[in-house]
């Protein structure tokens, strides 16, 4: 069955399950939404455009399979919108197209429908800039700085831009008490999304942004940022303690509110050779706003960027390795393994090694045993062989982070020799890209 004629039977099933509830009697309806409780909120707009028509659940589960088979077949909606907002298109232009005139179901009117659906989403798509409040770094040299598309400004600065834009009782006690409590605002422009993909987008890859802070920072000044309305160490708390003698103690515990780095670390990161991967990130970053300028590598970079940064915001040591080792996975792993092969723990560690290591000042081996004891720990955590409190799971936390951190930025030169090398490189492609570095560095 192809896609139409599978549109085709699914409409006819909701049309047939709207009859049916239809010629339900009171008394019998009533039973029926005792018995099905879910079926009583599934419901389709009624074509006069006052109130509903019930069709129930199984019958209201088929909008969803109709909207992720159709949007397969919108590439220019790709990442622009979700299955759930074209779902509520095609109800509506169920609603006005195939039950205002009649039900019937031809493969015509099924195309003007799913037609009209997607004129609605793309009458919905907007492009928004977003000023996000963040925790960046603690002083403001220079004050404004862009980590690709992602812009953060110093709030002093950012509030005198655009106080002659608000009025002046909403700058004064509603936007300023709350932005005042950050010293940096990220600015970012998504493009062409609906308003739900977009505030995501805007979220996500400022947290992408800030996430490439965190490896240049290192974790220990790099667990400090996030965005306002994210999770992280807060900068004010108070104690309270109870002495032996029984006095009672009040303690207030304020942390630097952003990473301590030298004021010209962004002066410093836009020389050679930092400045590369100033460069490579950007490129990596544009991918979210653009749809068509994500590739499986870019993909790729930004899964295993995120599971370290998680695991830098992590406060359990056991779950920053168990986060740390997922991102080098994702970064490592190509393929299933296979029966007899090495294993993924072989070539998580192998590969860690070969990323880890200087050619000219290291030991291959070296990295290779240190990757193996932290994959091994992971695995031992996760499998409930050690406890997450055993004594040594801290240090290998700290492994775990270091051996991430070297793998994330010689990772992101592979990938981006590899791109260049090859045009949308698959993950044949990356596989063969490691055997060859694994021939030609690691020892016979």
């Not at 205002?100 to 659906?117: F, G, N, P, W, Y």
């Not at 004021?263 to 991918?287: H, I, Q, R």
């Not at 072989?346 to 070296?366: G, H, I, M, N, Y």
């Amino acid at each position: 069955m192809d896609k139409t004629q599978q549109d085709i039977a699914d409409l006819n099933f909701i049309i047939s399950e709207i009859d049916r509830f239809l010629s339900m009697p009171f008394n019998e309806m009533k039973v029926h939404f005792q018995n099905n409780k879910a079926d009583i909120f599934c419901q389709v707009p009624h074509p006069s455009g006052k109130g509903h028509l019930q069709c129930g659940r199984r019958a209201f589960g088929k909008f969803s399979d109709i909207a992720k088979r159709h949007l397969l077949t919108q590439p220019h909606l790709h990442r622009r919108t979700d299955t759930e907002q074209l779902k509520q298109a095609i109800i509506k232009e169920f609603s006005n197209v195939l039950l205002r005139e009649s039900k019937e179901t031809d493969e015509k009117r099924v195309a003007v429908m799913l037609s009209a659906a997607v004129k609605r989403i793309e009458r919905s798509l907007t492009d928004i800039t977003y000023y996000i409040p963040c925790v960046v770094v603690v002083h403001d040299e220079p004050d404004q700085f862009s980590i690709g598309p992602v812009q953060f400004i110093w709030m002093e600065r950012f509030l005198k831009e655009i106080e002659s834009e608000v009025a002046p009782k909403h700058f004064s006690e509603d936007l300023c008490p709350y932005f005042t409590k950050f010293k940096w605002v990220a600015e970012v422009t998504i493009l062409q999304c609906d308003n739900e993909t977009s505030r995501l987008k805007a979220d996500f890859v400022v947290e992408m942004a800030l996430h490439f802070l965190r490896l240049l920072f290192a974790e220990r000044h790099g667990k400090r940022l996030r965005q306002a309305h994210m999770p992280g160490i807060q900068s004010r708390g108070i104690e309270l303690r109870r002495k032996r003698n029984g006095k009672l103690l009040v303690l207030p515990n304020w942390k630097v509110d952003g990473a301590q780095v030298a004021k010209d670390w962004f002066a410093e990161l836009e020389k050679s050779p930092s400045v590369f991967y100033l460069k490579a990130m950007a490129l990596v970053l544009e991918g979210i706003l653009n749809p068509s300028c994500m590739t499986h590598l870019h993909q790729r970079y930004l899964d295993s960027l995120s599971w370290y940064g998680q695991g830098v915001n992590e406060l359990i040591p056991a779950a920053k390795i168990s986060k740390y080792v997922t991102g080098l996975e994702r970064l490592t792993i190509t393929k299933k393994p296979t029966v007899g092969g090495p294993g993924l723990r072989k070539t998580v560690s192998a590969r860690a090694a070969l990323l880890c290591f200087d050619p000219e000042k290291d030991d291959f081996q070296k990295w290779f045993d240190l990757a193996e004891e932290v994959y091994d720990c992971r695995s031992d955590l996760l499998h409930g062989a050690m406890s997450p409190f055993d004594d040594t799971v801290k240090r290998h936390a700290v492994l775990a982070e270091e051996i991430a951190r070297r793998s994330l930025f010689r990772g992101l030169e592979l990938f981006v020799s590899l791109g260049q090398k090859t045009h949308n490189a698959t993950p044949s492609d990356l596989e063969k890209e490691y055997q060859s570095y694994l021939l030609k560095f690691r020892p016979k």
